[in-house]
């Protein structure tokens, strides 16, 4: 049913997990003990750090780069992205890539592979998007942010900004416990303060 | 405030109470967005509610510092004047 790459010498325990189903290219690198499961495709430039999950279906692309502890849930298309350390990516979310996509160019022919500029989205570690979302190219989502289900996010989003909506709005603020935080930046749940910084939020001590 | 004062329900309470649940006359200036239960998904809606009324956009930067009826009511006022 699944097969484990060859391990590395030493570091048995620590091999990466992948389905058998799943295509990861052989060009491509997956850190230690990321599990890639049914039916995902990595592509050959990407990079994939450790404890990461890629569930069902996701497929990674254009030289993504993911960092540590990632979980990206089934369906997920994450196309020249940066995912940082501890983000997550809900089922069915988009990263996309190309501010002007077009199957041919002005004379019509059929692009190829390098002809289109790249602007990829950037999300910083710790923050969470929601299910069905998609992140237009260029967007950066901030650290902890928090992106509700199905919401369109066409600009950056704030450290611990909370957003949602088409086109997306900042509703308020998530704490790193993922809930929202009240009027006076405390989260309800965890006690957690925070203040008003150059890009959202961030935690006092 | 005035409007308040009169008896009259304001745009912004109004909507408040169509969101929350909660009677217009229990809502008053110093009335928390909170204590009424809204959470970001209510605020959401109000804020595409209260665009809708009032014909004015209520930019997010503004509409996050929102805690209180009045605080709403403060920021609707311009288009008020202008309506």
């Known amino acids: ?205 | 405030m005035s409007t308040h004062a009169l008896g009259q329900q304001t745009v912004a309470q109004q909507a408040l109470a169509e969101i929350s649940g909660w009677p217009t006359n229990t809502i008053t200036a110093s009335t928390r967005l909170s204590e009424l239960g809204l959470d970001s998904l209510d605020r959401l809606t109000l804020a595409v509610l209260l665009e809708e009324r009032t014909g004015r956009p209520l930019p997010d930067d503004e509409l996050i510092s929102v805690r209180t009826l009045d605080d709403l009511e403060r920021l609707l006022r311009p288009a008020e004047r202008s309506a």
């Open chain 1, 1 to 205: 049913m699944t097969k484990t790459p060859a391990p590395t010498a030493g570091h048995t325990s620590d091999a990466p997990f992948i389905a058998e189903s799943a295509e990861v290219a052989d060009a491509a690198h997956v850190g230690a003990r990321t599990r890639i499961w049914h039916h995902a495709q990595v592509d050959g430039d990407v990079r994939i750090g450790e404890d990461c999950v890629l569930g069902k279906g996701v497929h990674v692309a254009s030289a993504a780069v993911i960092g540590n502890r990632v979980k990206i849930q089934d369906g997920c298309g994450v196309f020249g992205a940066t995912i940082e350390d501890g983000a997550m990516l809900a089922p069915g979310v988009y990263l996309l890539e190309d501010p002007a996509p077009r199957a041919i160019n002005p004379a019509g022919h059929l692009k190829g592979r390098d002809d289109w500029r790249r602007e990829p989205v950037t999300i910083r570690s710790g923050a969470t998007i929601g299910a069905n979302a998609v992140i237009a190219p260029g967007v950066t989502i901030g650290q902890y942010a928090m992106v509700a289900v199905g919401t369109v996010v066409g600009h950056d989003v704030p450290d611990h900004g909370l957003v949602m909506g088409n086109p997306a709005r900042q509703l308020g603020w998530a704490c790193r416990c993922g809930h929202r935080l009240d009027d006076n930046l405390i989260c309800p749940v965890c006690g957690w303060r925070y203040r008003q910084g150059s890009n959202g939020l961030f935690l006092t001590a």
